[in-house]
């Protein structure tokens, strides 16, 4: 059920009902800029991954600053998508499954939704659902990098799948998908660097072979916020998919030489309880903040520590300085920003200690 908005423009931040998405609209719209100013004259696009914000609102913010279309992983978010007008989408994963690929067809009638495949029985089925929509749909082949996770092997079997895509009458060979997941968090700097050095020569190898046999790529995509500043040296990916630098999470802040970007996203909370010493309760836990990449931070307050979440409440040691009073609301930077958006209805935009705007988090729950 829809949760109505916790605020209402112009209501002080500190009236607004906890626990809150709160987005601070200066440090988000820097990031965006910075993001831009990043990419500008290198030659790479920005497709910004909307499985983080899943919101329409927010990718035609981040196209409005240059962003070539957005990524989604599942066809219910290039739904949400689609009907809020952004034209250009890359479904960043597979899709298996005759309703889904039917959904995914229709949906080519009013926005380009590009998808990745990587086996001949996903080029099948893709082939059988746009032939069905009397349509053509965009297939990129996902080679493993180095992650493990998808993706065919680079080289020959990419250049196979590609083939088999290329011949099929209702779909069109897109490029690679080449995204390096564990990559992303690994703290060293030269840790990332070494795993995508060895990203950028797979999919190097994989580009040229493509190029002997007559395939371009139109895109060459991977790249996320802990990387990407690799992939757009490497002279080979043409895309990059980043998503959580327009919020920056705990989790990114934990990175050695971390992504420059801002805390731009919070959970507001409350002090509930004060009745043991030493310690104060808020009222966001885990079903409030997600926890898989570490327990959030309070923002601002050094002195406090977020120590334990169940499922209601979080716990806060004070280990230094003036305990919370009961009722004060604070800021929570959550450790991981997409799980956490994806608990809540709506962002509040605040700017100067006021309420901006609501924007619906639109694909809130899509899994599908
Ligand atoms: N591209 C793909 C395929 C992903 O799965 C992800 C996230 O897991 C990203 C890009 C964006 O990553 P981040 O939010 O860490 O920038
Ligand atoms: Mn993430």
Redesign the pocket.
């Known amino acids: 059920m829809l949760q109505p908005p916790p605020a209402e423009p112009g209501m002080p931040e500190d009236e607004i009902d906890t626990p809150a998405l709160v987005l601070d609209l200066d440090a988000f719209e820097a990031n965006l800029d910075r993001m831009a100013a990043l990419l500008e004259g290198t030659g790479v696009r920005l497709r910004a ?1 909307a ?2 914000h899943k919101s329409p609102v927010i990718a035609r913010l981040q196209m409005q600053r240059g962003a070539v279309g957005q ?1 989604v ?1 599942k066809v219910a978010e290039a739904e949400v998508l689609a009907w809020g007008g952004i034209p250009d989408i890359l479904v ?1 994963n597979q899709v298996v499954g005759a309703r889904k690929l039917a959904r995914l067809a229709a949906l080519q009638r009013i926005s380009h939704v590009a998808v990745c495949v990587d086996g001949p029985e996903q080029v099948a089925a893709l082939e059988a659902a746009a032939a069905a929509a009397d349509t053509r749909i965009t297939v990129l082949v996902e080679i493993d990098c180095g992650a493990s996770r998808c993706g065919v092997e680079a080289g020959p079997p990419t250049v196979a799948l590609a083939q088999r895509i290329a011949a099929s009458p209702h779909l069109i060979f897109g490029g690679l998908q080449s ?1 390096h ?1 564990s990559a ?1 968090h690994i703290r060293a700097p030269e840790g990332r660097a070494a795993a995508i050095a060895h990203a950028v020569e797979l999919t190097r190898r994989s580009v040229e072979q493509l190029a002997q046999q007559g395939l371009s790529c139109a895109i060459v995509g991977g790249g ?3 990387t990407f500043r690799n992939e757009v040296a490497s002279g080979v990916y043409t895309e990059i ?5 327009a919020f920056m999470d705990a989790d990114y802040a934990r990175n050695a030489e971390p992504p420059p970007f801002r805390h731009a996203l919070f959970v507001l909370s409350t002090v509930m309880s004060r009745a043991i010493p030493g310690i104060a309760v808020l009222d966001a836990g885990h079903k409030a903040v997600a926890i898989d990449s570490g327990l959030p931070l309070v923002h601002g307050r050094p002195g406090l520590r977020y120590a334990g979440a169940s499922d209601e409440h979080g716990k806060l040691l004070v280990e230094d300085g003036a305990p919370p009073a009961l009722g004060e609301k604070l800021r929570l930077v959550p450790g991981h920003c ?1 799980p956490t958006i994806d608990r809540y209805d709506w962002y509040v935009g605040v700017r100067g200690g006021r309420v901006e705007c609501l924007w619906p988090v639109g694909s809130r729950g899509a899994m599908a």
Not at 241 to 245: I, K, L
Request: hydrophobic residues 5%; charged residues 10%; glycine residues 22%.
């Open positions: 991954h499985k983080t990524c992983q960043s995204y997941g992303q996320g916020t802990g998919q980043a998503g959580s630098y997409d």
